[in-house]
Every structure is written in structure tokens, then in C-alpha cells.
């Protein structure tokens, strides 16, 4: 017989309804915290930011999460007024502080007396810069200090947001797909990254008018699309509540002690540790990833149709088809549809890559970062769902990236004279690195409820966003200041060499595998199940 279908969650149309909602919502976050990421070279040329300014401002996004222990709050708030509060205030946050990085980067604030006040001032933080840790420096341009107040304040909602739907995802998915779910939710909203990649660059050089304004505008919007995104999650959060006579978890009282409880899990600290290596080893790359592609590939700007704005358009659409295709032949039963769609997926990839080449143009080529990631988070998520082995996927994701980023560092300067031959390389070297941080959500994040109690999933999850976000403060800043201090005298940014930072972010990849080999042996030790699935049968 049949199970009756008794409320919204029973149905995986709805289920995925609002997983769509709240990975729509992400997708447009993870837009906009790249946002000025592949037009770093514009930055320099238009408001003077160097490597030290712009890796300063980058790294500014995670500075309250981290030093005024947000992050903590956020998970505090989440636990005590429950899912929907906190998603509508963390997509509020996210525009606020949109908005003041938007005003920043424009012509109106270089002529305003706040950008006379600033030049002038915040150039001593007391504490801070006797830390070491200051947000801003004597002779950080006006522009760069406002824009690191705005990217704080968007930062605080950006993980305050990012703890909140992967609680909404428990709640919505605890013991059916979950790691499917978290997986499909962060494929989706990583292709943000490609789209950000393709059309910030878009929009700074519409009309043949540098504006880099307008591709922080281009942002702002989609953040407004974001909070309608938590708005209605809200309205269909509500009614799964009055549907089970669950009481959000407001109701339950937040306690110091159980902070103490999370901190004193080993398997806890394990998992936290390994995310901020994964992280850490990504996030700040991806702000740097197309200034180094600039670098070390000779790519000829296209002229003609290959110049025009609808390449960018026609290229985007192609994009779509990839990730789409790839998506969806994952959950078609006939064989020959899903081979069909994969075949698909396949065609258009390889139409999008020779579409990139003949641009010449480097952010269309590391726009190809989240595409397989599409194509393999739901396969994987799936596996660990039925099968298991999370543990030893974070293992396999750790040596990718090892991989993958001495590539970056000292094969593809070998390919600097060979236009195709680099362009290869690039392309292969970030579809693996995009799979390799597709195994964090399928493997690490499904993880954290089988160590910690139900009632503080949310400060669990918020104490490993406020760890993984030191690393997000640091990497930025400590890539800035290697770059600048290997490439003394080198004044124009096309020219950078990128090796150290790259052997850098390698060393990350090591430790996250070496740690990954003890969280295995931890886990047989102490039976937390990592290695065991999701979906008992």
C-alpha cells in the first residue's frame, strides 16, 4: 500500500521546490561575491587598487564573521528564531552591504567629500594593527576601504545565509536524499561563479565604456532577486510547520553549554579543520583565478562577431545547456535519454570552450570551473547518500587539488607560447578542480548532523563557517601580499608570476589529505559513521 502523502515534505516536488528557492538564492550570492574577481585588472587601471589593495578588500568579507565572531551570533539566531527568520534577515544584510560596495566603486564617490574623509582616515585601527589583522592600511585608496565596509557587512549575510539553508536542508531532507540535496543546492549555486565570471566583465565594458560600477549594479539586483527568493521560502516554510505541529526552533533555548559540547567533539574539529583547507584553498584562488589565467596564457582578443556583446550572450546560453544537460541526465531513467542529455552536455561543452578560445578571453575560460562539479555532485551525492565513503572522498578531493594547483603553478607557464596547447591545459586542470570542491557539499556538510546533537545543527554549522572563514580572511590578503612581494618592480598586472602563491594554496591541499587520513582513522576508532550512508535500508 501506498503511503499517504501527509505533508509538504513527503513530496519531493516540494521538497525540491524549496531547495530550488533557497539555491536560486545562493546562486545569485556566490554571483556577487566574486563580483569584482575577473576584472581585477580594471580595478588597478580605474581606482588604483593593487594586489595589496584588492586582496585587502577581498579578504575583508569574512572580518566581522571572524574577528567580531558574527558567524557565532548568526548560528545563535538561527537556533533560537528558527529558519525563516534568518533567512529574510540574512538576504536583508546581503543587500545592505551590496549597495555600500556598489556606491564605492563609483564615479559619484571619487568626487564626494566621503572620499576625502576616507583617503584621510581609517588608516590606524587601535588593537587591530598591532595584530596585524587590520581591514585597512595607510594608502589604501578611498575607494577599496569603502568597499571593504560593504563587502563586511554583505559578508555577515552571505554565511549567515549559507548556515541557514544548509539547516533548511536538514529539516527539509533529514533522512531522505540529504547529500543529493546539498550537493544539488551547491551545483546550482556555484554556477553563480561562471556566471559571474562571464558577464561582470560584460557589463564593466558595455557599450565600449569601462564602468566597473555597473558590474557591482549587475549584482545588487540579483541580491534583490535573493531576499524574494527567502520571502517566499518563508511563506512555504510556514506551512510545513502548521502541516507537522512543529514549533520553529525558536522554542528551543539556546544554551552556552551547548557550544561547549560541539567544541569538545573531535570529529567535529576534524570536519571544521578539513573545511577551511578546502576552502581556503578555492574561494580566495577564484578571486585571483582569471588575473592568473591573464597571466600565463597568450590569448588573442577576438575582433568581429568574436568582439561582439551577444558572444557573451550566445556563449552564457551554451553554458546553461551544459550544466542543464549534465544535471538532469543524473535523474532520467531511460537509458537512452540519459545518454542522450550527457552526449548533449558534452557537444556544448566543447562548443563553449572553443567559444572561450576565440574570445581570448580568460574569464570565459575559468567560467568552466563549476560545470562538471554539475554534472558529478549529484552522482556523488547519491553514492554517499546509499553507499557512504564520505570520509574517504574528502581524501580524493584533498589530492585533486594538490594536483590541480601545482598544474596552475609549473605546467601551464610551460604551455605560455602555445596558444592551444595552454588553453588545454587551463581548461582540463579547472573542470578537476571544480569536481575535486564538488566533494566538500556531497561528502563533508551531510556529515555534520551524525556528530552533533539535532537542536544545535545550526551553531554546529555556523562554529565551521566561523573557522573556515579565518581561512577566507587570510588567503585573500596573504595571496595579495606573496603576489606584490614576488613581483617587486612589476607594474603591469598582465605580467604577474603566480608560482608561489599557487605552491601556497598546494601546501592547503596536502594538509587537508593528511588530515583527511586521520578523520578516517577517527572515524573506524569512534564509529561516528562517516564512511556509512545517509539512507538506511
Known amino acids: 500500500m501506498t503511503e499517504k502523502l501527509q505533508t509538504l515534505r513527503d513530496s519531493a516536488l516540494f521538497r525540491w521546490i524549496a531547495l530550488l528557492l533557497l539555491a536560486l538564492a545562493m546562486f545569485c550570492s556566490y554571483i556577487f561575491m566574486d563580483i569584482l574577481s575577473p576584472i581585477q585588472d580594471l580595478m588597478q587601471s580605474e581606482r588604483g587598487w593593487d594586489p595589496t589593495a584588492f586582496g585587502t578588500m577581498q579578504g575583508s568579507e569574512t572580518f566581522l564573521n571572524v574577528f567580531v565572531f558574527f558567524l557565532i551570533f548568526a548560528g545563535i539566531i538561527l537556533d533560537k528564531m528558527g529558519v525563516r527568520f534568518t533567512a529574510l534577515l540574512s538576504g536583508a544584510v546581503m543587500l545592505i552591504g551590496a549597495v555600500i560596495k ?69 529539516k527539509w531532507f533529514k533522512g531522505r536524499e540529504m547529500a543529493l ?31 566597473v560600477a555597473r558590474s557591482v549594479a549587475f549584482g545588487v539586483v540579483l541580491l534583490c532577486i535573493a531576499l524574494i527568493m527567502f520571502i517566499v521560502y518563508f511563506f512555504m516554510d510556514k506551512k ?57 596564457l597568450t590569448l588573442t582578443e577576438g575582433t568581429g562577431f568574436w568582439a561582439s556583446e551577444k558572444v557573451t550572450i550566445i556563449q552564457y546560453l551554451i553554458m546553461l545547456v551544459v550544466a542543464i544537460g549534465s544535471f538532469a541526465s543524473n535523474f532520467s531513467k531511460n537509458k537512452t535519454a540519459k545518454f542522450g542529455l ?15 578560445y576565440m574570445r581570448g578571453s580568460a574569464e570565459s575560460v575559468f567560467a568552466v570551473f563549476p560545470l562538471l562539479a554539475v554534472a558529478i555532485t549529484p552522482i556523488l551525492g547519491n553514492y ?46 579547472i573542470l578537476v578542480l571544480g569536481a575535486s570542491f564538488s566533494l566538500v557539499p556531497a561528502a563533508l556538510w551531510p556529515s555534520v548532523p551524525k556528530l552533533v546533537d539535532q537542536k544545535v545543527i545550526g551553531s554546529a554549522y555556523s562554529l565551521i563557517f566561523w573557522i573556515q572563514n579565518i581561512g577566507l580572511w587570510l588567503f585573500p590578503m596573504l595571496i595579495g601580499k606573496v603576489l606584490a612581494n614576488t613581483n617587486v618592480g612589476v607594474e603591469n598586472p598582465l605580467e604577474y608570476n603566480y608560482t608561489w602563491p599557487l605552491v601556497m594554496l598546494a601546501c592547503l591541499g596536502i594538509a587537508a589529505l593528511l588530515l583527511g587520513f586521520v578523520l578516517k582513522a577517527w572515524d573506524k576508532k569512534k564509529g561516528l559513521g562517516l564512511e556509512e550512508p545517509n539512507i538506511k535500508d
Open 240 to 296: 510545513l510547520d502548521s502541516q507537522t505541529g512543529e514549533a520553529e526552533e525558536k522554542d528551543e533555548p539556546f544554551k552556552i553549554s551547548d557550544i561547549g559540547s560541539i567544541l569538545r567533539s573531535g570529529g567535529f574539529w576534524l570536519v571544521a579543520l578539513l573545511c577551511v583547507l578546502y576552502y581556503s584553498a578555492i574561494f580566495p584562488f577564484q578571486k585571483y583565478a582569471v588575473n592568473m589565467l591573464q597571466c600565463n
Open 342 to 356: 550527457m552526449a548533449l552536455a558534452v557537444v556544448a561543452l566543447i562548443s563553449y570552450c572553443y567559444m572561450g
Open 102 to 170: 556598489w556606491y564605492a566603486v563609483t564615479d559619484t564617490f571619487t568626487t564626494s567629500e566621503l572620499h576625502t574623509w576616507f583617503t584621510n582616515n581609517l588608516n590606524y585601527i587601535p588593537g587591530f594593527d598591532e595584530l596585524g589583522v587590520s581591514p585597512f592600511y595607510r594608502g589604501m585608496p578611498a575607494s577599496a576601504k569603502l568597499a571593504a565596509i560593504g563587502f563586511m557587512i554583505f559578508g555577515c549575510g552571505v554565511e549567515m545565509a549559507g548556515i541557514t539553508v544548509s539547516r533548511g536542508i536538514v
Open 384 to 429: 554517499v547518500d546509499h553507499k557512504g565513503k564520505a570520509a574517504s572522498m574528502l581524501m580524493i578531493g584533498s589530492l585533486l587539488l594538490i594536483v590541480c594547483h601545482l598544474t596552475f603553478a609549473f605546467v601551464l607557464p610551460m604551455f605560455k607560447e602555445s596558444a592551444i596547447g595552454g588553453t588545454i591545459v587551463a581548461y582540463i586542470t
Open 181 to 211: 540535496a546539498m550537493g544539488s543546492e551547491m551545483a546550482l549555486a556555484r554556477l553563480g561563479v561562471a556566471t559571474c565570471m562571464i558577464f561582470s566583465p560584460f557589463f564593466a565594458k558595455l557599450g565600449g565604456n569601462v564602468d
